[in-house]
């Protein structure tokens, strides 16, 4: 497999956790995003949405870090990062959706350049913005946590699963940023336990080739 990404891409980071986890071998691609490498012509043709993660596998093309994610639990179901029973499954894809389709986008690079490029905020209001939509998204995923008995040493239960996947790079990004998260003991922990785990660690920013 080759896996197109860029140290600091959280969406990136989720399908290094999910491959690590899965126990797959990978060869990488770094996508400079800070020097526009996703808007080269050649990479464009792969992914026309310019973003990171791009996975090839053999003959076949896969974007979209969830629809990876989705894609490696169908092709190599072991370990699951999808529980049993659809309860439990939409559960888990409802804390992953919450953070990779709530939080996420409102917070990428692309939309962190356009607020100050073409809306003319300055640094510090940028980072306002960035630190309001975490909190807020981190704080209604923690009430999703703390109000669910299904919650356990992970998300759901005593195995990583997709919605850890998703958590730690959304910690990590949150913590970049200084973002509070005084609010959100639950998820405080659960990174904590998951960070205790080599698979998780060793997909880190700072433990990537490109890392700068």
Aim: charged fraction near 25%; hydrophobic fraction near 40%.
């Amino acid at each position: 497999m080759l896996l197109y990404g860029y140290f600091r891409s959280s969406a990136a980071y989720r399908v290094r956790i999910a491959l690590n986890l899965k126990g797959l071998d990978y060869d990488n691609h770094f996508i400079h995003l800070q020097k526009n490498d996703q808007l080269a012509e050649a990479y464009a043709a792969l992914n026309p949405q310019k973003q990171v993660p791009a996975l090839v596998d053999g003959d076949t093309l896969l974007t979209q870090s969830l629809a990876i994610v989705e894609y490696l639990e169908e092709t190599h179901p072991n370990p699951p990062l999808l529980p049993a029973g659809a309860v439990a499954r939409a559960r888990v894809r409802a804390l992953a959706l919450a953070i990779a389709c709530d939080i996420h986008p409102l917070n990428n690079l692309r939309v962190l350049r356009y607020l100050v490029k073409e809306m003319g905020l300055p640094e510090d209001k940028k980072d306002q913005w960035y630190r309001h939509w975490v909190e807020n998204g981190l704080q209604a995923v923690e009430k999703m946590l703390n109000d669910s008995a299904a919650t356990g040493q992970f998300c759901h239960g005593n195995t990583p699963s997709m919605a850890d996947v998703c958590l730690v790079p959304q910690v990590a990004n949150a913590r970049r940023f200084n973002c509070d998260l005084s609010a959100c003991p639950t998820i405080v922990r659960i990174d904590a336990e998951c960070r205790k785990l080599e698979v998780f660690a060793r997909a880190a920013p700072d433990r990537q080739p490109d890392a700068e």
